[in-house]
C-alpha cells in the first residue's frame, strides 16, 4: 500500500471466508507513523469495499474495524468520512455506517463516459493502428485466453484493464485515458461483481472482434464492437440486479 507498505501486514489464514468473517480482510497495522494511522486504514478499507470483502450494504462495526487493524477510533471515522466523501460508504443517521450499495443510476453515466470516449478511441485506431499496437493487442489477446481456460479472474481482470489501455495509450491523447481511468475505478465494485467464466468468455469474445475490426480497418464496425462491449456490462449488470436486489439501488 501506498506510504505504508512496511507497516502492514495480513494475516488472515489462508484458505478462510471473508465473506464470513469481513473484518479478516482488514491488515494489522504495526509499526505505524500516528500521522499517517488514517490515511492507511481508509486504503484498507477502501480495498477491502473494492473487493468485495465488504459487500454493498454491509454495517461496518466500527470496534470491530479498530480492535482487527489494532488503531484507535479516530483513525477509523476520519477514514469512514474520506470514503463517504468518494461515495463508498453512507452514514445512516442513528444507524451507523454502511457499504453504500451500487447505484445503478451512477454506473450508467459512468459507462456513457466511457462508450463516448472508447468508441471513437478504436473509430481512430481502425482509420489508422500502428503495427506495434496490433502486435501487443494481440500478444494481450493471447493472455487473455490463457487466463479464461485456467479460470484465473484477477488475472483476466488485470489483462482486460490491459487491453484498454493499450487502445487509450495509441489515441497519445492522455487526458482522455485519465477520465476513462476514473469512470473505469468508479465501475469496479460492479465489475468484481460480475466476474464469471461465462463473463470472462464473452468479454474476451468482445474484445476479439473490437481487434478484428481494427485490423480491417473497418471503423464503423469497430465502434459497433466497442459499444457493443459496454452496452454488455449494463445488460449484465441489469441481470445480476435482478437476482441480488440488496446489494444495488436505483
Known amino acids: 500500500m501506498k506510504g505504508g507498505v512496511s507497516s502492514i501486514t495480513n494475516d488472515t489464514p489462508a ?3 471473508v465473506a464470513a468473517d469481513p473484518y479478516g480482510a482488514l491488515p494489522k497495522l504495526q509499526g505505524a507513523e500516528r500521522g499517517n494511522l488514517t490515511g492507511l486504514v481508509e486504503e484498507a478499507l477502501r480495498e477491502a469495499i473494492v473487493s468485495l470483502a465488504m459487500e454493498p450494504g454491509m454495517m461496518i462495526d466500527k470496534l470491530a474495524v479498530c480492535e482487527r487493524m489494532g488503531v484507535s477510533r479516530f483513525p477509523v471515522s476520519a477514514a469512514l468520512a474520506k470514503l463517504a466523501a468518494a ?19 451512477d454506473i450508467r453515466q459512468h459507462l456513457f463516459i466511457r462508450s463516448a470516449l472508447e468508441v471513437e478511441t478504436v473509430r481512430s485506431l481502425a482509420a489508422e493502428c500502428p503495427e506495434p499496437t496490433l502486435a501487443a493487442l494481440d500478444a494481450n489477446l493471447g493472455r487473455q485466453r490463457e487466463a479464461v481456460a ?3 479472474r484477477q488475472g483476466f481482470h488485470l489483462l482486460d484493464l490491459a487491453f484498454h489501455e493499450i ?5 497519445g491523447l492522455p487526458r482522455v485515458k485519465e477520465i476513462v481511468a476514473v469512470s473505469r475505478s468508479a465501475l469496479d465494485r460492479a465489475r468484481r461483481l460480475m466476474a464469471s467464466p461465462q463473463r470472462h468468455a464473452h468479454t474476451l469474445a468482445e474484445h476479439v472482434r473490437i481487434v478484428d475490426a481494427i485490423r480491417l480497418q473497418d471503423v464503423e464496425a469497430a465502434a459497433h464492437a ?9 445488460a449484465e449488470l441489469r441481470r445480476f440486479a435482478s437476482e441480488r436486489p440488496d446489494l444495488f439501488r436505483e
Open 226 to 234: 466497442m459499444h457493443h462491449h459496454l452496452d454488455e456490462v449494463v
Open 15 to 17: 484458505g478462510s471466508s
Open 87 to 105: 461515495g463508498l460508504v453512507e452514514v445512516l443517521p442513528q444507524r451507523g455506517t454502511r457499504v453504500m450499495p451500487i447505484v445503478i443510476h
Open 150 to 152: 485456467a479460470g484465473e
Open 167 to 171: 487502445l487509450l495509450d495509441a489515441t
